[in-house]
């Protein structure tokens, strides 16, 4: 794709919602992931 300019860029041709979303999703789910292992790795620790 060739984009012209910021705003093309983030608009994704179309695909903004799909695109932003997913990295969003994406971006949540790793948050969560290092989230919870440090939870299990606390609770580890106090065992």
Do not use: I, K, P
Request: aromatic residues 18%; without cysteine; hydrophobic residues 50%.
């Amino acid at each position: 794709m060739n984009w012209t300019s910021v705003q093309d860029f983030l608009a994704m041709g179309g695909y903004a919602g799909y695109v932003w979303g997913s990295f969003g999703v994406v971006f949540a789910t790793m948050a969560l992931e290092v989230w919870a292992l440090r939870q299990r790795e606390q609770q580890a620790e106090t065992e």
